[in-house]
């Protein structure tokens, strides 16, 4: 079982807040620094403000050596799917072939109005969500010298160099993730290496596997093929003391959190990630949502993950 930590900006973080967290990630041991791609805080003012989320990889890529860098997961409404394809595999140059790219197809419209952003309604949201899959990919896996078209809908593309290439070959890895019951499912048969389900319980994370593997199979993959996380808030403390104020940092009950997240003592994040293994991930990012508190981080590292 691999431990990432994934974080949440939005909510009021500088880049040099997310470098520190990043580079502790990385020296104690975690596989990767992932964050939201968000541009308005949920629950809260968000100062100082939202930060880009491929600018601060990109920063990141340059400041760190060794750790896996992603988001979870950015917005289709957000970015044209060839500039996407263009700042991620340069981020991914930067980073020496550390990048990740997860996408959906967005869901938070009060930041579209906020920022001028286009929603569409849901079923066209999905269409350029699949539109954008197959332009990245087909970018990505063009051959060198050869050029790329897409007869899409939304995002038509003639005789494209598909340049630049990344540096992961033949692609980086592409992550799918959520809770919809049929399109989410086949896109990550599709086009997926990772599919992640956030914030769910136990049922719903076996129910929601379950059908991106049936959905594998009727495309002719092995489900095996893909890896398959989870995403659960991070609250775990020695003592319950620990465990509380760490909870309440993060305007939230104990209570709730040991029912719904990786929340308790450090052999009860053993037990609840453990039971999401036996249900077949091999990942779980862990939402760090008190980024000052590095603390936390170094406690995860030093008793939880030796015993996973």
């Given amino acids: 079982m691999e431990l990432r930590v994934f974080t949440e900006p939005?909510?009021?973080?500088?880049?040099?807040?997310?470098?520190?967290?990043?580079?502790?990630?990385e020296m104690l041991g975690f596989g990767?620094?992932?964050?939201?791609?968000?541009?308005?805080?949920?629950?809260?003012?968000?100062r100082p403000g939202p930060t880009d989320a491929w600018i601060t990889l990109a920063g990141i890529a340059r400041e760190t050596s060794s750790i896996r860098l992603g988001t979870l997961v950015t917005s289709a409404t957000f970015r044209y799917p060839g500039p996407l394809?263009?700042?991620v595999a340069q981020v991914d140059a930067m980073s020496g072939g550390r990048v990740d790219l997860g996408l959906g197809a967005g869901w938070f419209e009060e930041e579209h109005r906020a920022y001028g952003i286009p929603f569409p309604p849901l079923g066209e949201r999905f269409d350029r969500l699949e539109e954008s899959l197959a332009i990245?990919?087909?970018?990505w896996e063009t051959p060198s010298g050869e050029t790329f078209s897409f007869d899409g809908k939304h995002y038509p593309i003639t005789d494209s160099p598909a340049?630049?290439?990344?540096?992961?070959?033949?692609?980086?890895?592409?992550l799918i993730g959520g809770k919809g019951k049929k399109r989410t499912p086949a896109l990550a048969a599709?086009?997926?290496d990772e599919f992640n389900i956030p914030f769910s319980s136990l049922e719903e994370t076996r129910v929601q596997f379950d059908r991106v593997r049936d959905a594998a199979s009727e495309a002719g993959r092995d489900p095996k093929s893909?890896?398959?996380?989870?995403?659960?808030?991070?609250c775990c403390g020695k003592s319950e003391e620990e465990i509380a104020r760490r909870a309440s940092k993060i305007g939230r009950e104990v209570s709730e959190l040991r029912e719904n997240g990786a929340a308790g003592s450090p052999a009860e994040l053993v037990d609840k990630i453990g039971r999401f293994g036996e249900l077949g991930a091999s990942r779980v990012y862990l939402q760090t949502l008190d980024l000052a508190d590095l603390d936390h981080l170094e406690l995860v590292a030093s008793e939880v993950m030796p015993q996973l």
Avoid: C, E, W
């Fill in 136 to 139: 990245i990919t087909g970018l």
């Fill in 190 to 192: 599709k086009y997926a």
């Fill in 32 to 46: 990767a620094f992932y964050r939201s791609d968000h541009y308005l805080a949920m629950n809260s003012d968000g």
């Fill in 163 to 174: 340049l630049p290439k990344p540096v992961q070959s033949p692609r980086p890895p592409i």
């Fill in 10 to 25: 939005q909510q009021g973080a500088t880049y040099d807040d997310l470098l520190r967290v990043a580079q502790s990630a």
């Fill in 85 to 87: 394809a263009i700042s």
């Fill in 226 to 234: 893909l890896l398959y996380s989870n995403a659960l808030v991070l």
